[in-house]
């Protein structure tokens, strides 16, 4: 038994090499997996908060679009009544939001097609109860409504410049009739209160406008060279390889800028009821003296009044079906010197419009999109 003391030292000897070469392996493994995981974290940080700035955007167009001049016009307007002129034409007929003789201004303006609501809201001042996405639309029983309540608004163009019932218009360029001859006719609104009815208007639409051009301007500067993408990848990794890298990625793949369009009206016209000549108060149109009044651009890319903002549809139908984003790096040098090539990360930001396709920016806009991530 003593010649056999210290024969496990042999083996031992002989298993150290190979203990300390699986240590090593492990090492370089947790090494090689901890660069991967950093380089993955920081491709989804920044295609998710690149898309953030798609979503953001789109959701206060939304809101510039529609719930914005809903409330707005429903607060200033709403208690401020018309009376009916007595005339036996004009029956509540005439505007189906008339009830017992009287007809409130917002009221009035929603029927002209001048702004867009839910129509539930002119009684109940909130939204339908269970309803998906918000259903507010220019009224589809004016001149505006059908050609505006579209993905791609028409009104717009000089072609289909609006035409009075008179035939009057306005030389050939897109009209915003805000009081029609035939309101003036039926109801008791003078001169003086519809001039400032239009000033109240134009003022409300400038300032929608010179929110909706701020918005639309950060998301440009932003997405200009794709800053939130390139910056959130280098500040994850902190080499200045990662930001060549980061700078080298086209996220989105397409330019999404390029399909925003701002939708604006060139010219006002309305009538009143106004003392001429010593008659009695009868309907007087901006016609009567000059074509429309003119309405001064305020925003850049627009001719006119702003009225909403659109988003071509395949843009977004693009962004909710994914931009992917990959970058290749190099793994760092082992203990071995094996060259190990080049590695690739992959994510995929998207667009969620929910569960229902509720969210949208026109029509029905709705500020209910999401950003999701697909590693």
């Given at each position: 038994?003593?010649?056999?003391?210290?024969?496990?030292?042999?083996?031992?000897?002989?298993?150290?090499?190979?203990?300390?070469?699986?240590?090593?392996?492990?090492?370089?493994?947790?090494?090689?997996?901890?660069?991967?995981?950093?380089?993955?974290?920081?491709?989804?940080?920044?295609a998710f908060v690149e898309m953030t700035n798609y979503?953001?955007?789109?959701?206060?167009?939304?809101?510039?679009?529609?719930?914005?001049?809903?409330?707005?016009?429903?607060?200033?307007?709403?208690?401020?009544?018309?009376?009916?002129?007595?005339?036996?034409?004009?029956?509540?007929?005439?505007?189906?939001?008339?009830?017992?003789?009287?007809?409130?201004?917002?009221?009035?303006?929603?029927?002209?097609?001048t702004f867009p609501r839910d129509p539930s809201y002119?009684?109940?001042?909130?939204?339908?109860?269970?309803?998906?996405?918000?259903?507010?639309?220019?009224?589809?029983?004016?001149?505006?409504?059908?050609?505006?309540?579209?993905?791609?608004?028409?009104?717009?163009?000089?072609?289909?410049?609006?035409?009075?019932?008179?035939?009057?218009?306005?030389?050939?360029?897109?009209?915003?009739?805000?009081?029609?001859?035939?309101?003036?006719?039926?109801?008791?609104?003078?001169?003086?209160?519809?001039?400032?009815?239009?000033?109240?208007?134009?003022?409300?639409?400038?300032?929608?406008?010179?929110?909706?051009?701020?918005?639309?301007?950060?998301?440009?500067?932003?997405?200009?060279?794709?800053?939130?993408?390139?910056?959130?990848?280098?500040?994850?990794?902190?080499?200045?390889?990662?930001?060549?890298?980061?700078?080298?990625?086209?996220?989105?793949?397409?330019?999404?800028?390029?399909?925003?369009?701002?939708?604006?009206?060139?010219?006002?016209?309305?009538?009143?009821?106004?003392?001429?000549?010593?008659?009695?108060?009868?309907?007087?149109?901006?016609?009567?003296?000059?074509?429309?009044?003119?309405?001064?651009?305020?925003?850049?890319?627009?001719?006119?009044?702003?009225?909403?903002?659109?988003?071509?549809?395949?843009?977004?139908?693009?962004?909710?079906?994914?931009?992917?984003?990959?970058?290749?790096?190099?793994?760092?040098?082992?203990?071995?010197?094996?060259?190990?090539?080049?590695?690739?990360?992959?994510?995929?930001?998207?667009?969620?419009?929910?569960?229902?396709?509720?969210?949208?920016?026109?029509?029905?806009?709705?500020?209910?999109?999401?950003?999701?991530?697909?590693?």
């Amino acid at each position: 038994m003593r010649l056999s003391r210290g024969q496990i030292l042999i083996p031992a000897l002989l298993m150290f090499p190979t203990l300390m070469l699986f240590v090593y392996l492990i090492y370089e493994t947790a090494k090689l997996s901890r660069e991967k995981i950093r380089h993955q974290f920081a491709i989804d940080s920044a295609a998710f908060v690149e898309m953030t700035n798609y979503s953001d955007f789109l959701n206060r167009t939304a809101y510039v679009n529609g719930a914005f001049p809903m409330r707005i016009f429903y607060e200033g307007f709403h208690s401020t009544t018309l009376t009916n002129m007595g005339k036996t034409n004009c029956d509540a007929a005439v505007n189906q939001y008339a009830t017992g003789g009287s007809l409130a201004i917002d009221d009035l303006l929603y029927g002209e097609g001048t702004f867009p609501r839910d129509p539930s809201y002119a009684t109940s001042n909130t939204e339908a109860p269970g309803s998906a996405s918000w259903k507010i639309a220019y009224d589809p029983a004016s001149v505006r409504g059908p050609n505006l309540n579209t993905a791609t608004p028409t009104n717009f163009d000089s072609s289909n410049a609006h035409t009075d019932s008179t035939g009057k218009n306005c030389g050939g360029t897109p009209c915003l009739t805000l009081i029609s001859e035939q309101t003036a006719n039926c109801w008791n609104i003078n001169w003086t209160d519809a001039t400032q009815v239009m000033n109240l208007y134009v003022q409300i639409y400038q300032l929608l406008g010179s929110v909706e051009s701020a918005q639309f301007s950060v998301l440009q500067r932003l997405s200009s060279g794709h800053q939130f993408f390139t910056k959130s990848y280098w500040l994850n990794l902190g080499t200045q390889e990662a930001l060549s890298q980061a700078q080298g990625v086209q996220f989105p793949p397409v330019s999404f800028t390029s399909q925003v369009q701002m939708h604006c009206v060139p010219k006002i016209f309305y009538y009143a009821n106004k003392l001429i000549s010593g008659n009695p108060y009868q309907p007087y149109g901006i016609f009567n003296n000059s074509p429309g009044t003119g309405m001064a651009s305020t925003i850049s890319g627009c001719d006119g009044l702003f009225q909403l903002a659109t988003v071509n549809p395949s843009a977004i139908q693009s962004a909710e079906g994914g931009w992917p984003a990959s970058i290749t790096w190099t793994p760092p040098q082992n203990s071995f010197n094996v060259p190990l090539g080049q590695a690739t990360v992959h994510a995929t930001a998207s667009l969620w419009p929910g569960a229902d396709n509720e969210a949208a920016v026109w029509p029905d806009p709705t500020p209910h999109f999401q950003t999701r991530l697909h590693p």
